[in-house]
Nanobody, 121 residues
């Protein structure tokens, strides 16, 4: 099991930006690069939903609700993935979770601890 440690998040006004990070600590580089990683979010009273994922080769996919506003990326040397969130909307308010082992939009077994993102004026 890979230990995923998240950072970033917080409170931002509508239209603002935030960046989330997810470090695969205790993982060797080959393990980090062996599976799709990405982000999910869960808003109050709603089910957890897929946000974005990135493959070992660097190909990305994003949910329609965030396409054109959010960008997933990674730095293999740092064993870290990122989620750059731009043009944030109040409906983006949720707890965001990092995940490893994603297949399509189905989550893998390794989760980060979650981080709150609140978009409000």
């Amino acid at each position: 099991q890979v230990h995923l440690v998240q950072s970033g998040g917080g409170l931002v006004q509508p239209g603002g930006s935030l960046r989330l990070s997810c470090l695969a600590s205790r993982a060797i580089l080959s393990t980090f690069r062996a599976a799709d990683m990405g982000w999910y979010r869960q808003a109050p009273g709603k089910q957890r939903e897929f946000v974005a994922a990135i493959t070992p080769s660097g190909s990305t996919r994003h949910a329609d609700s965030v396409k054109g506003r959010f960008i997933i990326s990674k730095d293999n040397t740092k064993k870290t993935i990122y989620l750059q969130m731009n043009s944030l909307k109040p409906e983006d308010t949720a707890v965001y979770y990092c995940n490893r082992g994603i297949i399509g939009e189905r989550a893998g077994d390794d989760w980060g601890q979650g981080t709150q993102v609140t978009v409000s004026s």
